[in-house]
C-alpha cells in the first residue's frame, strides 16, 4: 500500500497495491485542518481496505467468484452486509419437477415406498443423501400422496355430514309417533288450537302476529316457549304454527298438553288452508320439477363421493343440495304469506332453528318505508366468516342471465327473523318473479345459483328489503364454531343455520345449551324418547 500526501495536505491518496488503477482520494477542507484528523481518516480506510480483503479472501476460497475489483466486490458486498442473496440458491431442477404435473396412476404401487411423515422423509434424506432432482421427485411424491389423503378424509367428513344432517334422529322421530299416539288416544290432545273465544284474534292486526313453518316438533315448541318466555305483553303475541299433513296430529297434540297461556297458538296444516286446495300451487309445481331435475342432474351423493376431479368444497355444496330440506315445501312456502294470511298486514317469519332472547314486539315499530321485506344485512360485522356474503356468494355471475341483471358486490341479507309488510307485498310481483326465476334455474339444469330457497329470495325481493339491526338476528351457529357464547348470549335472536342445528349429535355443545335452555327434560314425552341435553 502506497501513501501519497500533497505539499498542500489539501488531498491525500491510498494506492492498495501494485497494478490497481483505482485509488482513493481524500479532500481536507482547508490548510487548518488538523494532523489528528488526518490521522483518523487513514485509520478509518486502512480498516476498511483490511475488511474487504477478508471477504474477497473468504469468497475466493470458497470458490464463489474469482472476482478481485472494486466494481465486482459492489455487486457481492451489498447483498451480504443486508443479509440476503439477490439470486435462490434453490436449484432450478427442483422448480421443473415439482410444477411437472403428476398422472392419476403414477403412485399406484409405490405407497409402501413413499414417506408417511415428514420425520420417515428426513431420515430418508440424511441416508441417502440424494442430489436435487431426487430430493424434488421424493418431496413431491410425499405432498401428493398427503393432499389425495387430506382429499379423501375431507370428502368422507361431508359425506357423513351431510348423513346426520338430512337424517331424522331416532330421538325426533320417537317423538312425533309418541304424539300421534296420544293424539289418537287422548282428547285433551286433541284440542282446537286456538279455542273459539281466541279465534277473532287470529285476524286482528292490533296483536303482534309471528308464522312458524315447520314438520319438526321439538324444534317448534323451542321456538314457541323462548317467544313466549321472552315476550313483555305474551297475551298480545299471535303465533301461527303451519305444517304438513303428516306432522299436523303430533304437533296439535304437543301444544294441546303444553299450554303457552297467555299466547294464542295456532297449528294448521297447508291442507287447511283454502288457498292451497284451490287450483295449482306454483309453490308445488316448482319443487315436484326441481325433485326431478336434481335426481337426475346430481345423481346420488355416491356418484358426487365418487367423482375424483372436483374440489372437497364442490363436493360439500352438491352433497347438501340434497337435503331434503331445501326441497321441503316449509322451506318455500313463505313466498306465499299474502296469500296465506290475506287478513294480516304485517307479520314476522321465524325459522324453525333459531332462538329468541328478547321481547320482540319493538319489531312492529319499525318504519319499513314502503320495502317489504326487514331483513338483517350480511356484509358487514366483525366476523368475517359469517359476515362477508354478497350476490356473488350466492348467483352463479358466470351466467350471462344472472350478469346481466345484477351487481355481484351487493350485499345479501338473511332468512330466519323477517319482518313482512304484506301490504306493500301486494303491490308488487315478488311471488311471480320468485317463481319466474325458479323456472330459469330449472330450464338452466340449477346452474343459476347455489342450493336453498336464499338465492331466489335474494332475486324476487331485489329492490324490496329494509335493513334492520343486526341486533335482532346473529347468523353462523350452525357452522361457525367459534361463535363466542357471550356474543351469542346478547343477540335478540340467535340462528343455528348450517348442518350443526341444535336437536343434532354434531351440534357445537358449547352453542347448544342456548337452546336447550327451553326444553323440559323431566316432560314424559322427552324422557321416554331419551332425548338429553347433550
Known sequence: ????????????????????????????????????????????????????????????????????????????????????????????????????????????????????????????????KPDAETFALKLR?????????????????????????????????????????EHSTNAAARLQLPSAELVPALVDNSYFHFVLATDNVLAASVVAKSLVHNALCAQKVVLHIITDRNAYFPMQAWFSLHSLSPAIIEVKALHHFDWFTKGKVPVLEAIEKDQKVRSQFRGGSSAIVANGTEKPNIIAAKLQALSPKYNSVMNHIRIHLPELFPSLEKVVFLDDDIVIQTDLSPLWDIKMNGKVNGAVETCTGEDKFVMSKRLKNYLNFSHPLIAANF????????????????????????????????????????????????????????????????????????????????????????????????????????????????????????????????
Open 407 to 534: 351487481n355481484p358486490n351487493e350485499c345479501a341479507w338473511a332468512y330466519g327473523m323477517n319482518i313482512f309488510d304484506l301490504e306493500a307485498w301486494k303491490k308488487t310481483n315478488i311471488s311471480l318473479t320468485y317463481h319466474h326465476w325458479l323456472e330459469q334455474n330449472l330450464k338452466s339444469d340449477l346452474s343459476l345459483w347455489q342450493l336453498g330457497t336464499l338465492p331466489p329470495g335474494l332475486i324476487a325481493f331485489h329492490g324490496h328489503v329494509h335493513i334492520i339491526d343486526p341486533f335482532w338476528h346473529m347468523l353462523g351457529l350452525g357452522y361457525q364454531e367459534n361463535t363466542s357464547l357471550v356474543d351469542a348470549e346478547t343477540a335478540g335472536v340467535v340462528h343455528f343455520n348450517g348442518r350443526a342445528k341444535p336437536w343434532l349429535e354434531i351440534a357445537f355443545p358449547q352453542l347448544r345449551p342456548l337452546w336447550t335452555k327451553y326444553i323440559n327434560f323431566s316432560d314424559k314425552f322427552i324422557k321416554s324418547c331419551h332425548i338429553q341435553a347433550s
Open 141 to 181: 411424491e410425499m405432498v401428493r400422496l398427503m393432499e389425495q389423503r387430506t382429499r379423501t378424509a375431507k370428502i368422507q367428513e361431508y359425506l357423513y355430514r351431510h348423513i346426520a344432517s338430512s337424517s331424522i334422529p331416532k330421538q325426533l322421530h320417537c317423538l312425533a309417533l309418541r304424539l300421534a299416539n
Open 1 to 128: 500500500m502506497q501513501l501519497h500526501i500533497s505539499p498542500s495536505l489539501r488531498h491525500v491518496t491510498v494506492l492498495p497495491g501494485k497494478g490497481v488503477r483505482e485509488y482513493i482520494k481524500v479532500k481536507v477542507a482547508s490548510r487548518w485542518a488538523s494532523y489528528r484528523t488526518l490521522i483518523y481518516l487513514l485509520l478509518f480506510f486502512t480498516f476498511l481496505l483490511r475488511f474487504v480483503f477478508v471477504l474477497t479472501a473468504v469468497d475466493t476460497i470458497d470458490g464463489e467468484s474469482k472476482c478481485s475489483t472494486l466494481g465486482c466486490l459492489g455487486e457481492k458486498l451489498v447483498p451480504k452486509l443486508l443479509g440476503r442473496r439477490l439470486e435462490s440458491e434453490v436449484p432450478d431442477v427442483m422448480y421443473q419437477i415439482l410444477d411437472k404435473p403428476m398422472r392419476k396412476d403414477e403412485l399406484q404401487g409405490r405407497l409402501d415406498n413413499i414417506p408417511q411423515t415428514l420425520e420417515d422423509f428426513m431420515s430418508e434424506i440424511k441416508e441417502s
